[in-house]
């Protein structure tokens, strides 16, 4: 259990680390080291957390191995990684499963589970690192408009009003 | 910022030659990651970091000099083997070129205590 807890933190940094790489390559290099990770643990001659240590150990610490993916010579990438400062502006990552979730929850999931899947969907839009902070704010808006008006619209007609039918909140 | 310089060229450096071990090692025929990292290990700690040998790997690829196959595995999941293109091979033979020559010069500097000899 303590060796898998070992393996998961040591995954966990490299996917921190990796968060500036493009999308697809980060996967790519977390499934690769993790894949190591299993066969260097297979080919140790002891077992235990003494082995695991051991094998994380030469991998190397996961910010150099995300560093060594910075091509030489490129000055403007080496420039980003070695500034810490919080006022760089660091690329956003891609829309991964989170967000494709999130839209599919405000969008479709009104229809399917009112009120909760779009709710839903606000949580994860704003747990979200793809999108800027006004952005969420106006999904949020668009979402919350589109979902209460006909609601409202709803109460005071008195179920009553032709235009209620094309919200995306089934009448029932 | 001249630190950052200056550990970009010792990086830059070791970078170099690892390309030029790797491509060592496939000249022999295709291997796997795992087994590179092993092969470059038992030649006299040429990685200092083995994780840092997938970055590389991935660069190798898109130059064009290696190209990779993946293959079942008897034991485990399937790997991914690598082979030298003719481009990875023409990069070999210009590489171990420049080693040689790098080399040789650093030798001979070495050897004389930092004294250059010129003409002879």
Redo the contacts between chains.
Sequence with gaps: METDALVRDYIARLEAAAVRLPAGRRAELVDEVRGHIEAAIAAEPTSGEAAVRNVLDRLGKPEVIVGAEIPPGDASFAAATTDMSPTVTAERPGIGPLEVVAVLLVTVGAFFVPIIGPAIGIVLVWMSRAWSTQWKLVITLVVLVVVLLPIVGLMSAGGAGGVIQSSPVPVQ | MVR?ETR?QA??LR??VLELCVLAVLQRGESY??DI?RDLSDAGELL?????I???L??MREQGVVTTTWRESA???PRRYYRLTDGGRRALVGMVGDWARFRDGVDALLASGGEVRRGD
């Design positions: 950052g970009n990086t830059e970078r170099g990651a795992f990292v200092t970091s083995e994780g840092t997938y970055p590389l991935a660069r034991s485990g999941p």
